[in-house]
């Protein structure tokens, strides 16, 4: 069974601070990474998307990828209010196109 | 640019009924993906679609469950006969080769 792992949550964090996200994967021969944001009641969003090992930044995102310790991360500097919402992580064999395996998510809350 | 349609946004019906969902993918993309989404197990892909040919169904729980894609802009996902257990929010995504996948808002299912 191909399985995604991530802490629940609720993660709480000081306005401004870092967000740290973590999500663990079972598959070895997965290649796809990605991570979505959610808020209550909305569809998930593609915010961003990593394929090498290393670090991909994107404005005040950074995804960070391991395959050897089969292990995703999602950084979120100067943390604003708005980032509150479940952030899942998404691993798939090829692109997007494939079969994505969601995590359950976990729940980041921003507090002014 | 219109996103990934679906309706009807929200369902509420009795067990034994047939609940059609419906979805209209973005235009030009040739990838169509049907997810369900519930608290105790997160967001599951049930099926996707290829050029309107299903590739996967290895995600659609049981017989009860079928899904259709007739043309390009169209899809179908019929549950019948329904039950409370299929409560859920199920979400329409579509993509083409190489870019990420995009959600539609969903359809809040209630089985009473």
């Known amino acids: 069974q191909k399985e995604v792992e991530q802490n629940s949550g609720p993660l709480s964090v000081p306005e401004g601070a870092i967000a740290s996200l973590n999500c663990t994967y079972s598959?070895?021969?997965?290649?796809?990474f990605f991570w979505y944001r959610q808020y209550s009641g909305k569809s998930p969003e593609l915010i961003m998307f990593?394929?090498?090992?290393g670090d991909k930044e994107d404005g005040r995102f950074t995804a960070q990828l391991n395959k050897a310790s089969q292990y995703v991360s999602l950084l979120i500097r100067d943390s604003q209010p708005s980032d509150s919402a479940t952030y899942l992580c998404?691993?798939?064999?090829?692109?997007?196109?494939?079969?994505?395996?969601f995590g359950k998510g976990t729940k980041l809350s921003v507090k002014p | 640019d219109a996103g990934v349609i679906q309706s009807p946004r929200h369902e509420v019906t009795e067990m034994g009924q047939e609940v059609t969902l419906r979805c209209k993918p973005i235009?030009?993309?040739?990838?169509l993906f049907w997810y369900r989404q519930t608290m105790m197990r997160g967001l599951e892909l049930l099926i996707y679609?290829?050029?309107?040919?299903?590739?996967?169904d290895s995600g659609m729980p049981e017989d009860r469950f079928s899904a259709k894609m007739p043309n390009a802009s169209f899809s179908t996902l019929k549950i019948q006969p329904s039950e409370p257990r299929d409560s859920a929010v199920y979400f329409c995504?579509?993509?083409?080769?190489?870019?990420?996948?995009?959600f539609g808002d969903g359809t809040r299912l209630s089985i009473l």
């Open positions: 990593i394929y090498s090992n």
């Open positions: 679609f290829n050029n309107n040919v299903p590739i996967d």
């Open positions: 998404a691993v798939s064999h090829g692109g997007s196109q494939g079969n994505l395996i």
């Open positions: 598959d070895r021969g997965s290649q796809s």
């Open positions: 995504a579509s993509s083409t080769q190489g870019q990420p996948q995009h």
């Open positions: 235009s030009g993309h040739d990838y």
